[in-house]
């Protein structure tokens, strides 16, 4: 009802299934939707992938996905081979892809160095990468390479996990400029080129969130706010293994 059709989950998040329901519920063509899920860390691999895909789909009640990623690059079962779990894992995308049963593929928290193991031995290249985009957390080389390579950026956390609310620059902005501190954030990763991922339960703010395409911010706001730089990205670096953390379904 507030006019979004794009929905973000993943199977470690454990709501597939409230997501699926929510879907048949809302009554919107499918063709209407894009949906994108991730891959949990456990079943990284060609045929845990394509498993684990099939069971995302399951819970979700669809029989495509609009956008599938690698949630991580390197787990910590894996760390010792992970270029050549990366690759395994990704076969098993390009298959799901050349079937039809995925209309995008790509990866998350995915840096250079892990972009580059694709983009030199796949097939087909990440057509996203989904990362932390925000006004701590900039990314500037990352999005340049990005760009290079024609991938699209989104970004998660645009409003650095709630964090945002306590910066002064941001207050100052939303005061400028008549927003909130919440569609500021969003507007300034809109204007990173990048696609901003906002989260929000209240609906209030889910309308406000979305209410970001009349105005924009100079190109000297851009830089101040861009300053916020030295709080740096909330979490590990992506290069950090990850456990496999199963959901345990």
């Not at 049963?101 to 097939?123: T, W, Y």
């Not at 507007?187 to 395409?213: C, E, M, T, Y």
């Not at 911010?217 to 979490?235: C, F, H, Q, V």
Request: charged share 25%; proline share 4%.
């Amino acid at each position: 009802s507030c006019g979004y059709r794009h929905i973000d989950t993943a199977a470690a998040y454990l709501n597939e299934v409230g997501v699926g329901k929510g879907i048949k519920k809302a009554g919107i063509a499918r063709e209407d939707l894009f949906i994108t899920s991730k891959l949990p860390n456990a079943d990284h691999g060609y045929e845990t992938t394509r498993a684990s895909f099939h069971e995302s789909l399951k819970r979700l009640q669809l029989d495509y996905l609009d956008l599938y990623l690698i949630h991580w690059p390197v787990v910590e079962e894996h760390k010792d081979r992970y270029q050549e779990d990366i690759l395994e894992t990704w076969r098993a995308f390009e298959k799901l892809y050349e079937e039809g049963k995925i209309r995008a593929i790509g990866v998350s928290n995915f840096m250079i160095e892990h972009l580059e193991i694709l983009l030199n031995n796949a097939k087909i290249k990440p057509m996203v990468n989904q990362i932390q985009l925000n006004p701590q957390c900039t990314e500037d080389n990352l999005r340049r390479f990005c760009k290079e390579h024609s991938i699209c950026v989104e970004g998660w956390s645009p409003l650095i996990q709630g964090k945002a609310f306590e910066h002064e620059i941001l207050q100052d902005m939303a005061k400028k400029y008549n927003k909130t501190i919440a569609q500021i954030c969003v507007r300034f990763v809109l204007q990173l080129g990048a696609i901003p991922i906002p989260k929000s339960a209240n609906p209030d703010r889910i309308v406000n969130n979305g209410d970001v395409f009349e105005f924009e911010i100079t190109e000297e706001d851009m830089k101040t706010i861009a300053s916020l730089n030295i709080y740096g990205r909330i979490g590990n670096e992506p290069n950090i293994p990850r456990k496999f953390q199963n959901p345990g379904f």
